[in-house]
């Protein structure tokens, strides 16, 4: 792959803590991005905000202040995981559909392709700026964008399966699903929306394990370290 969309779950980033960062967890992602970029594999990344807040968090308040936050969130978690990427060396942008002052700049097709031939990670923080939606969404909306060639979607389970594996040792994992099954059956990948829209646009997608060994490195090289999802 030449250009990939790496999306990782908010609480990916907190490790075993469930919440906040977990250092150790961002790091190793580093260091695999570091190998891509040096292979001028084009990451750009999206992260969600599950480690501080979601918009169903509370159901006492209005929920487009609460998913108002919850964007926020996902940019907290962009400058983080953008700054530890910094320290390992990486060149970096963070880009956000709304203004936020100093912090981040405004997302442009033009603009990212320049910093991806300048071999930076781009992030893509702040989800699609509006309520009622998921970073999910905002990964395949701007993989979709940016022609990403698949969306990586590092994840605290393995892959894709029948039902939760959690909740019922004999569920079985898929190797190979299409995006049409996944909608058909409800399968637990990415919300519905997502789904769709990946589904519309053709935009395949690669789940794996966050923790496991070069995971990253794995899917964006085309191995079927999870469960692939044809489009
Ligand atoms: N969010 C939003 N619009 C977006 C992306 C995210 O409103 O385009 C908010 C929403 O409140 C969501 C939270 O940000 O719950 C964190 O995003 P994530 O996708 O991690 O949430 P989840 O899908 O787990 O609810």
Redesign the pocket.
């Known amino acids: 792959m030449k250009k990939v969309l790496l999306k990782l779950?908010?609480e990916a980033l907190a490790g075993a803590k469930k919440t906040g960062f977990d250092e150790e967890t961002v790091t190793a992602v580093a260091k695999q991005v570091k190998k891509l970029t040096a292979e001028e594999i084009k990451v750009g990344v999206v992260i969600?905000?599950?480690n501080f807040?979601?918009?169903?968090?509370s159901e006492n308040i209005d929920r487009t202040k609460?998913?108002?936050?919850?964007?926020l969130?996902?940019i907290m978690n962009c400058i983080y995981v953008s700054e530890i990427f910094r320290s390992q060396g990486l060149a970096t942008a963070v880009m956000t559909p709304f203004k936020c002052g100093e912090f981040t700049e405004i997302f442009s097709k033009d603009r990212v392709n320049e910093y991806f031939d300048q071999n930076r990670v781009v992030f893509f923080a702040?989800?699609?700026?509006?309520?009622?939606?998921?970073?999910?969404?905002?990964a395949v909306l701007r993989a979709v964008e940016i022609e990403a060639d698949s969306i990586l979607l590092a994840k605290a389970v393995d892959g894709v399966y029948d039902s939760d594996p959690k909740l019922n040792p004999e569920a079985k994992k898929y190797d190979v699903v299409s995006i049409q099954q996944v909608i058909n059956e409800k399968l637990a990948v990415v919300?519905m929306t997502a789904s769709i829209m990946c589904m519309e646009n053709h935009m395949p997608m690669q789940v794996f394990l966050l923790n496991e060994q070069d995971g990253i490195i794995d899917a964006a090289r085309g191995i079927n370290n999870g469960t692939k999802i044809t489009v």
Do not use: V
């Open positions: 779950s908010g969600g905000g599950g807040w979601r918009g169903r968090s609460a998913d108002q936050i919850g964007m969130a996902t702040g989800g699609t700026g509006h309520p009622y939606f998921s970073t999910d969404t905002a919300d």
